[in-house]
């Protein structure tokens, strides 16, 4: 049976024991929000023995160098020897610009970290609260122009973390986890292709992100938005929005509801078949956008998408 070493403890484990739940059995309280190895906030560091790694491309290879895992992709086959991610000692410090809302349920979060970080639009990070709580937030600010990195909360239901957002104010003190890349990104070799950008709720984020660095980069072809939201207070960015689109005459922008938008996907056509298509939200939503620009003739390999997946409360 192998033995598990953590913060001073020692426990004996049933062989292909899930690191996660093994740690949660000696009482140590790890953060989780996805056990899908896209969060990241389940960090550890092995210090002595190697666990089984269902998703070792999950971490860069630098960060597996070091001796980071997932504990939620690993399984203990050895005796294993590890320390959890101590945001305090591993974290970055940031303070907190400003929090306001952009809707009746959508908090925008303003942080200034101690010293730059380095990301490019459309990545996510993960943000770790005074009491331990760490999810994966996307970036909407652009880097090299927005001096704060903001990022958009969905605050409909409640959750560990939203619920500790609400509560913040400026000058309060976070720490910033994992820079994670996900799917999103703006090449400049698409300079001339046509741009779709599909929304739902505070998947607007990531792609407002994107938006503004095509735009930035002088992006020549067609760019199309469209937001789905629940009703019309929920288009948050809808002003900023608007005002890209007076001065890029190639946006175009759509606000959907929910009701609106079987109808209008319907309209879908392509135009080119050199469109490129960025999707992010809930799995469903991405789903929908993703089913309906296939079918109009978009070919899977030219979709790129991040999901929102549900969280851990």
Not at 124 to 148: F, M, Q
Not at 231 to 236: L, Q, R, T
Request: proline share 7%; with cysteine.
């Amino acid at each position: 049976m192998p033995e598990l070493y953590v913060a001073g403890q020692r426990c004996t484990v049933a062989p292909a024991s899930n690191l996660l739940d093994a740690l949660h059995g000696a009482g140590i309280a790890v953060p989780y929000s996805c056990r899908a190895g896209s969060c990241h906030a389940c960090l550890v560091r092995c210090v002595r023995g190697e666990p089984l790694d269902a998703k070792p491309e999950a971490l860069a290879a630098q960060r597996r160098e070091e001796g980071w895992r997932l504990a939620c992709q690993c399984r203990v086959v050895e005796d294993l020897s590890v320390e959890v991610f101590d945001p305090v000692r591993d974290g970055l410090p940031a303070r907190v610009d400003s929090c306001t809302w952009l809707s009746p349920s959508v908090l925008r979060l303003r942080l200034l970290p101690e010293r730059p970080l380095r990301y490019c639009a459309g990545q996510h990070l993960v943000l770790w609260s005074t009491t331990g709580v760490a999810r994966p937030y996307s970036l909407a600010s652009l880097p090299g122009e927005d001096p704060w990195l903001e990022f958009h909360l969905d605050c409909r239901q409640s959750g560990a973390f939203s619920d500790a957002a609400r509560q913040l104010n400026a000058g309060d003190r976070l720490r910033l986890g994992e820079l994670l890349s996900g799917a999103l990104h703006y090449d400049p070799d698409w300079q001339a292709r046509p741009l779709w950008l599909l929304a739902a709720g505070t998947g607007l984020a990531p792609l407002y992100g994107v938006l503004r660095e095509a735009l930035r980069q002088d992006h020549q072809g067609a760019i199309r938005l469209i937001h789905l939201a629940h009703d019309a207070s929920e288009h948050y960015l809808a002003a900023e929005l608007a005002e890209l689109a007076r001065r890029y005459p190639q946006l175009q922008v759509e606000l959907l509801s929910a009701a609106e938008l079987p109808a209008a996907l319907a309209e879908l056509r392509l135009v080119s078949r050199q469109t490129l298509a960025l999707l992010c939200g809930h799995p469903a939503s991405v789903e929908t956008f993703a089913r309906r620009l296939y079918l109009a003739g978009l070919p899977r390999n030219q979709m790129l998408a991040d999901l929102f997946l549900p969280h851990a409360r």
